[in-house]
């Protein structure tokens, strides 16, 4: 099949690779807002075409699928152009930057009767899927609560993803996406019943330090910081589980901190740091380490997964893992938690 890849930012380079190791994709073309950096993309992985407006890429019959790798604030218009043009499509995290643009996109989905897959790649992750065959076997009972953290010390990259216009927001919509999402497929994605959550932006970027690098976006600007640094929550579902969360870009901890872990009635799981098991068998505690190549989430075997999934999706061998009803659910999820942050109070949902 033909694929398109539209934005040609840092993110794409994994796509770029995922898809150039797939001997069912040909890339056929690259759209950037940049021509240069489009046409580097394209000669660097042999794609014959280059668009500066997705528009007048859609509009090649040629192509099958695109991957969407641009500013969160356009996720949503391309994604919806791109299905009624007959396109599958592949869209980074998260789906949108509103509840509203992602009713928008599920209702754009289903009258199209495309594909469309939201980037949450920690569910193609390979130690993902094995703790899920363990919690879907029952080994670790039904799951009540899980809790999550994505802590950076020092780690606001800057350009767009400060820009809340371009971003939809800081850590939470960046960082957040990623684990909520997490604990809650593995939860079995029960419906969401409240969320109470606080946001802060008491740091800034601290542009100031010294002596410490880290990841800055290719626009970075120091001086343009419009998100919050820090975001925590509550989080109730209606089978009565909850999940506790926070995440932040700079923070006065010690060190930078990732910790996924969900508890249930006959185990408890960590897959962040590494993927561990608690179980209790005659009376006894166990503690099991699973003998897997990767413990840890591995950058490029789960993209790799993921667009290998996303491929045969496309070509009717698979379903997606991750379709645009759980993007819908989850900007209900991270917009609540602004909202609540906002308002100074839980937030409902009512069905």
């Known amino acids: 099949m033909n694929v398109a890849i539209i934005g040609a930012g840092s993110i794409s380079e994994v796509h770029f690779n995922a898809y150039a190791n797939n001997p069912d994709v040909t890339l056929y073309a690259v759209c950037d807002l940049n021509r240069e950096r489009a046409q580097a993309k394209a000669d660097k992985y042999g794609a014959g075409k280059v668009f500066t407006d997705y528009r007048e890429l859609l509009a090649d019959p040629e192509i099958d699928a695109v991957s969407v790798c641009t500013w ?59 703790l899920k065959r363990f919690l879907e076997a029952g080994d670790l009972g039904e799951i009540y ?55 802060y932006n008491r740091l800034g970027n601290r542009a100031n330090v010294q002596n410490l690098s880290f990841y800055q976006a290719s ?41 996924v872990k969900v508890f249930g009635d006959k185990g408890g799981a960590e ?9 209790e068998k005659h009376d006894t505690i166990l503690n099991m380490t699973p003998q897997v ?27 997606t893992l991750s379709p645009v009803e759980d993007g819908v659910e989850m900007m209900k999820i991270l917009c609540g938690i602004y909202e609540s942050a906002e308002k100074g109070h839980e937030i409902r949902f009512d069905r």
């Not at 925590?232 to 901190?257: C, M, P, W």
């Not at 897959?271 to 179980?279: A, H, K, N, S, T």
């Open 271 to 279: 897959i962040e740091p590494e993927l561990f098991l608690v179980g």
């Open 145 to 199: 609560y899980a809790k999550a953290s994505c802590i950076r010390r020092l780690g606001n990259p800057g350009g767009w993803f400060s820009d809340k216009e371009r971003s939809g927001g800081g850590p939470l919509i960046d960082l957040g996406v990623h684990i909520i999402d997490l604990c809650w497929y593995l939860m079995g994605k029960p419906k969401v019943a409240s969320v109470s959550g606080n946001v």
């Open 293 to 319: 190549d990767h413990l840890s989430f591995n950058f490029t075997e789960a993209f790799q997964s993921e667009i290998d999934h996303f491929v045969d999706s496309c070509l009717g061998r698979k379903e």
């Open 219 to 259: 626009d970075y600007d120091a001086s343009k910081n419009t998100v919050e640094d820090l975001a925590n929550a509550v989080i109730r579902f209606e089978n009565g589980a909850s999940l506790l969360v926070d995440v932040s870009f700079t923070l006065h901890a010690k060190q930078d901190e990732l910790y």
């Open 72 to 130: 969160n604030n356009s996720h949503a218009e391309i994604s919806i152009a791109a299905v009624e043009a007959g396109k599958n499509v592949l869209v980074e995290k998260p789906l949108c930057k509103t509840v509203e643009e992602a009713e928008k996109v599920e209702a754009a989905v289903r009258k199209s009767g495309k594909l469309l897959q939201v980037g949450f790649v920690r569910r193609y992750s390979s130690n993902t899927k094995i």
